[in-house]
């Protein structure tokens, strides 16, 4: 029993050993997974350093062309003739000012073979180049030597870092003068403020140009010589109290892989760099992405799968501890399967004993229930016998005296009118037969099948047998031109139109005008709406009119089963038996059935 109780501890044990193995596995890869995000975060910049570097390129490339196609205008050459011409210079700077703004750069200016400035676009501003001399400028005296000055550098008058293209101005061989171009580079920075990336350009003495943290605008990420120093200060290209070293520490991102990423550790921030070239400027475009939410990913990497171990290992700690737990309940549940099976038997067995008990009874209740249909209706046929006493005297009556007056027409030779008595015969004899028709129809039992229902036919034969009740009221009947089909049984349906009929004369038997209107409409859901105009039904009586012996006449003339029995009838053609009282007076009944298709012809009536 000991070597038993013992085995699920020690797999335990190696469960748990195995979980803290897996979990010191996953601890020491956090590296590897970090520099895989690490990776993946410097690809996904990678495409916005190119754009960047594609952005700046193309502004280069479209303003350096700018200052020779200027140089070709020849009013710059009649400014450069005539400096002190107050009627030139002012036309000349303005422009200038309107080419600045079409060209979309930031200044255009003229400058003598001295450097001195003797038109500029910027004339209005308080910075004004006009009289400033710019000799000084290595894009001057480029433009003067070798055709073509740039250069990059922050504006000693204006305070504002651009770019500056500059060409000679020449007049028949000989050089004039020097226009340039300065493109504002600030905007490109303000793009580049809204990605999360830091996106920073140095120049080939690896001082920061631009970057959208303006708090490294002409830092150093390595120490500069000295010659550099003197160059910058000589050409006025930087702020030299500003040229400070800013703290950087690289290193290479799997070197071994060659993808060209490093960590970048500046000061209590680390990013992943990469860089592109822009040749022509002697720029390194470099975008710095933090390394926060790579580590963070990294990190929550680790958790998860720690996690997942954890899981797993508790899991099957759980699946073993149980195992045995489970080995001692398999002879407990075996012992009552046993149990089981016979209390199984015996409740099936008294189940059956119970459903068949409901099916007799539910048999019972049908049978009941279509006593009481025939007794209601040869209760109809009893409170119809004095009509139909009357309805078949008269015609009787009327045969015998047309017989008799046929009979006398012949002996005197009047054939005619002796044929005449005879067809009146013949029409009374017809009548006879279809009441006989009407009424062996209407006592017959029904059968229990349903199906399609012609509600004219149905509503038609109810008020012919219901003819002679209704002589002496004014009967409206509202029947559609085209037939309406339902489902149901027309024997059935029938006895519940007699019922709603004969419940609208019993409500308006004391009354002197009696009137009924009856309603017949199609579509998805056909009806049937009996109205009278009796005194309605009072609110209880509308809540119990379909229970079974609820009634509101004198005792002794009827037993409340027929509203039942239509309901019953017309729920079991998968329909609605509704009342109401109408709000101009009287009582609604109305029969809601299911729509159905027509009938083939050879279907018999039930």
């Known amino acids: 029993m000991r070597t038993r109780a013992t085995r699920p501890r020690r797999a335990i044990w190696l469960v748990a050993l195995a979980v803290c193995a897996a979990l010191i ?30 952005v700046l390129r193309g502004a280069l490339e479209r303003t350096e062309a700018l200052p020779a196609l200027l140089a070709e205008r020849q009013i710059l050459h009649q400014t450069l003739a005539e400096p002190e011409n107050e009627g030139l210079v002012p036309f000349t700077n303005e422009m200038l000012r309107q080419a600045a703004l079409s060209l979309d750069v930031s200044d255009i200016y003229v400058m003598d073979l001295d450097g001195r400035t003797i038109a500029t676009s910027n004339y209005r501003s308080d ?3 006009l009289g400033r001399s710019f000799s000084f400028r290595p894009y001057f005296t480029d433009a003067l030597g070798a055709g073509l000055g740039r250069f990059h550098a922050l504006g000693t008058t204006s305070g504002q870092r651009g770019y500056f293209f500059a060409a000679p101005v020449i007049d028949n061989t000989q050089i004039i003068g020097v226009v340039a171009v300065k493109l504002s580079l600030d905007g490109f920075e303000e793009a580049w403020a809204e990605s999360a990336s830091t996106i920073m350009v140095t120049d080939i003495n690896n001082v920061i140009f631009l970057s959208d943290r303006p708090e490294w605008h002409f830092r150093t990420i390595a120490p500069l010589p000295d010659a550099a120093l003197e160059e910058i200060a000589l050409t006025r290209q930087y702020p030299a109290e500003r040229l400070r070293p800013l703290s950087l520490r690289t290193e290479s991102l799997d070197p071994d892989l060659g993808f060209g990423l490093e960590l970048l550790e500046v000061g209590d921030e680390t990013f992943v760099n990469q860089t592109a070239l822009i040749a022509a400027a002697g720029w390194r ?27 797993a290992g508790l899991i099957l700690a759980s699946v073993l501890g149980r195992r045995a737990r489970l080995m001692e309940r398999l002879a407990a549940e075996q012992s009552l399967a046993s149990l089981l099976e016979a209390r199984v038997t015996e409740r099936t067995a008294a189940l059956k004993s119970e459903v068949e008990e409901r099916r007799a009874t539910e048999d019972r209740l049908r049978a009941t229930q279509k006593e009481l249909v025939q007794a209601g209706k040869l209760a109809a046929l009893g409170s119809m016998s004095a009509a139909l006493s009357h309805e078949f005297n008269q015609p009787l009556a009327a045969v015998k005296a047309y017989a008799e007056n046929a009979g006398t027409f012949l002996d005197r030779g009047r054939s005619s009118e002796a044929r005449e008595n005879i067809n009146r015969i013949s029409g009374m004899a017809d009548r006879m037969a279809s009441i006989s028709r009407h009424l062996r129809n209407f006592a017959r039992r029904p059968q229990d099948r349903t199906g399609p229902v012609s509600l004219k036919s149905v509503v038609d034969d109810a008020i012919e047998l219901m003819q002679p009740r209704l002589r002496a009221v004014d009967l409206h009947y509202d029947c559609p031109p085209d037939e309406i089909w339902a489902r149901g049984g027309p024997v059935r349906l029938q006895q519940v139109v007699v019922n709603l009929l004969g419940n609208a004369l019993d409500a308006m038997e004391h009354m002197e005008n009696q009137r009924i209107e009856i309603a017949l409409t199609g579509g998805d859901d056909p009806k049937i709406a009996v109205r009278d105009f009796g005194p309605g039904l009072s609110e209880d009586a509308l809540e119990q009119a379909f229970d079974p012996f609820f009634t509101t006449k004198d005792p002794g003339q009827g037993l409340g089963l027929g509203l039942s029995i239509s309901y019953n009838i017309v729920r079991d053609f998968g329909g609605q038996l509704a009342a109401s009282n109408h709000p101009q007076g009287g009582a609604v009944f109305r029969i809601i059935l299911e729509a159905a298709d027509p009938a083939p012809a050879e279907v018999a009536a039930q």
């Open 127 to 129: 910075t004004s180049f």
């Open 285 to 311: 475009v470099s975008i710095l992405t933090p390394t926060g939410p790579a580590t963070q990913q990294a990190w929550t990497t680790v958790s998860l799968l720690g996690l997942v171990i954890v899981i």
């Open 25 to 54: 596995g996953v601890l020491a890869a956090q590296p590897r997974i970090e520099r895989l995000y690490l990776r993946q975060a410097g690809a996904e910049d990678a495409a916005t350093l190119r754009l960047a570097t594609q």
